[in-house]
């Protein structure tokens, strides 16, 4: 049975913390990639722009219906047979932002939804061009109620970045499972890689918390 080695467990910190901070890099870029993508989706769904909106509602059921795994191993084996192979990192980053893009394009087409349809009719009442319709006016008071929503996007993104080690991403759950196999000692980097995770996963789900409290009107 493997005994706990403080020691050890103190040796290898230095490495889970890079890989740490390399895992909210990654969290923080991707998510980035993940609202602006998801709302540009979103825009032209809504829209209804004939064939265009088609291909972005076949394009949300494909991400949405397909495991980020397949998604990742596609993306970094499969690609560079076609000559579109990319470093590991900067193909990790794309695809888990735009696997959440599908997700976060269903969340800004609810919080769009929602938005009354008197400030339609008052923007065109007013000839306001369609850019400033939609982010002076549409946007802002769709994005409000979706915020929590987000939050719990981002908390989860932070949690499937670990599938990114399938491709040879060394983040934290890539960097425990290298030292794990490199000292056949598994006990130690994977639970202070479980704890690192709930030390950011904890704080932010109470934050978003609080942020509902705040952001959402209780009715």
């Known amino acids: 049975m493997n005994v706990w080695d403080n020691e050890f467990a103190i040796s290898i910190m230095p490495a889970l913390l890079k890989g740490f901070w390399l895992t909210i890099q990654i969290t923080f870029v991707s998510f980035a990639i993940s609202?602006?993508?998801?709302?540009?989706?979103?825009?032209?769904?809504?829209?209804?722009?004939?064939?265009?909106?088609?291909?972005f509602d076949f394009y949300v059921s494909f991400v949405r219906g397909t495991p980020l795994l397949v998604q990742a191993y596609i993306a970094f084996f499969v690609l560079p047979l076609w000559g579109m192979g990319f470093d590991a990192l900067p193909t990790g980053i794309v695809v888990l932002g735009i696997n959440y893009s599908a997700y976060c394009a269903e969340v800004y087409r609810s919080g769009i939804e929602q938005v009354p349809t008197g400030q339609w009719e008052a923007s065109r009442?007013?000839?306001?061009?369609?850019?400033?319709?939609?982010?002076?006016?549409?946007?802002?008071?769709?994005?409000?109620?979706?915020?929590?929503?987000?939050g719990n996007y981002l908390i989860m993104m932070f949690k499937d970045s670990a599938i990114l080690s399938s491709i040879t991403i060394l983040e934290l759950m890539g960097t425990s499972l290298q030292i794990g196999g490199n000292y056949y000692m598994y006990l130690e980097p994977m639970t202070i890689a479980g704890l690192l995770y709930l030390a950011i996963?904890?704080?932010?789900?109470?934050l978003i918390r609080r942020l509902e409290r705040r952001l959402v009107p209780a009715y």
């Open 201 to 206: 996963s904890f704080p932010s789900s109470l």
């Open 125 to 150: 009442a007013l000839s306001l061009p369609p850019a400033r319709t939609w982010f002076r006016i549409v946007v802002p008071q769709a994005v409000r109620p979706i915020v929590p929503v987000m």
């Open 35 to 55: 609202l602006a993508v998801g709302l540009l989706v979103a825009i032209v769904r809504f829209l209804k722009i004939p064939v265009v909106s088609k291909l």
